[in-house]
């Protein structure tokens, strides 16, 4: 069962940012702070109330009063009164309140002083904690525990020691992302030339190519397979010269045959020597049962609008078998059929096709069978030029360990343009495809395509769809233009590497990583797509480097969830977000020189608890200002 496609999803709602509220105005008077010598509960009064008398809310014990100020008089002596010793003393009612506040502000002042000690000292061990604790975790090379704890540590309190810290973390997570990154491109290049070499024939040195790279990745199968299937062919004893027969069988000479609407074309092709050449003259050629091409043919036509072969008979209108070399051009193949069939299957073969057309392939969605224009089955290979397809659920797929070359074509108007499944490594290069109701490329399982300088665009879902187990191919030098849903989408495990590609006008953002999708993403330019330039959800983990991000609707980058990619070396301007915004649920991130200026929000946002790893980035200009951070010791 092939894998199931997205629908196009509507637009995911925005998140609000929470922003700092600025202080408010304290118009409530001046609050002190009294302990109760009888219950030892902490009162808070307002000091205008203490000045009027007040009591404990606890155990009722008063402080100080005017009734006790005044039943005080009533009792004493007549020289002894308050107005008495007032007279005598000449002191008015207002400098008595006076003492009487001087003597409660230093009572305040000695509780606050023993709060705030209380309170230093609880900062204090929890700051060691911290630092203790990111002091293992970097003895033992776990650079992001050892940030994230010393970074909890820095927003306790300021100190030095643990800032250096911090910026020893930062340095050796960045060391080791590039790292990463230059064995990532470093496994590309050396595969591509281990194929090559096999693909030449040099087996001996494309094993040692291979056996080199399995070191890195012992878990490849593909690497496996490639070096039993070398150690067959260098095991196998030279093939003895046979000997010279005294009367050698003839062999059938090629021949060059013309064909006309009314032949019976299976016919011709089965009594057709190997490696003829059928001319079919101009008309339509319908065929009354499935066409099977047993041996090496070349097919021409007049054009595909000028020779058709068509056919109503389900399952596959044109079989090529194992092992053939079959090529045309100048020939349209049209299924017209309701039930499911494939147009052209080919298993295990090597074909050519030139100026050919490929139409009406119906798929089964129950079933999960037939739809395809070009089926390549197994191993198979060759090359696809200069052809068009449509309405096909499929224009091309190619599945298994199938290898074709599908370049300078034409993809409109079919369900998805190309399906890339199982071990296949198709190399798609300067085709147009566009308008297709689905995904312009759709790529599943362990493929590992090469797509290059392609125009993918107005397709009605995503222009790139990928959900595949770990690496995934390379996409080089492409457009990938106004595509209803996203630029590129890459979920699952996929690890492709995207460079100097244009990513623009996509309608629900430029690019998508979820789930625990990674790869490199270099030097491209993502401009001008609605909902934001890159955004990078649940565990994602890319490489996002040497970029320019600009003119998006949205945030620049914006990163959620638990993501953690490498942000480094990117231009991010005059996005109608912020620059790089940041929305985890766990502390993450590492923002290295990146220059975020001119856009709309801020240049970096960080929402709690985030606390990215920032280093050398350059912000500045940007309309609501450079850094937001959310204060962490908030609820």
Known sequence: MPPVEPKPVAPPPRRRKRKKAPPAADDSGQVTYLDCPECHHRNQFLLENVLQGVSCVNCGHS???????????????ADMTPAAVMKRTRLSTPVMAALVVIILLFAAAGSYYYVQHSRTAAVEEQHTRFVQIGERFFQAGDYAEALANYQAALA????DAVQDKIRQCQDLLLEAEQQKAAEELYQLTALDRADSLFEAGDFRAARDAYQALLQNAPEDSYLSERLAEIAGRLAAPPTAQPKQPKQPAATPKAERLVAHSTDDIQAMIDRAAPNSTIQFSEGIYKLSQPLTIRKSLRLLGAGPNHTLIISDIPEVMIRVNTGVKFSAAGIGFEYEGRDWADVLVVNDATVQFSRCAFKGAVYDPGAHQGGSGILFNGSSGGVVSESFFSGNQFAIYSKDKSKPV???S???????????????RPTVKQNHIY??????????????PKVLENRIRLNRANGLYFSTADFSGTIIKNEILDNKDLGVLLADQSRPTLEENIIRGNGLGGLQYKDQSRGILRNNQ????????????????PTLTKNTIRSNQGDGIEIMDKAHPTVNGNEIVQNSG????????EPGGL?????????????????????????NNTIHGNNEGSIYQEDITQN
């Open 410 to 424: 034409e993809l409109r108007s079919n369900h998805t343009g190309i399906r890339i499944s199982g071990e296949a």
């Open 435 to 448: 308008d297709n109701s689905s995904n312009g490329i759709a790529i599943f399982d362990a493929a590992q």
């Open 156 to 159: 306790l309190m300021p100190d």
């Open 591 to 615: 923002l290295t020189n990146n220059t975020c200026t001119g856009n709309r929000g801020y240049g970096i946002s960080i929402l709690k608890p985030a606390q990215p790893s920032m280093v």
């Open 578 to 585: 912020d620059g790089i915004s940041l929305l985890l649920i």
């Open 406 to 408: 599908i370049q300078n």
């Open 526 to 541: 993502i401009q001008g797509n609605k909902y934001g330039g890159i955004k990078v959800i649940n565990a994602a983990a």
């Open 63 to 77: 402080f100080i009063s005017a009734p006790m100020v005044d039943g005080a008089a009533a009792a004493a002596p």
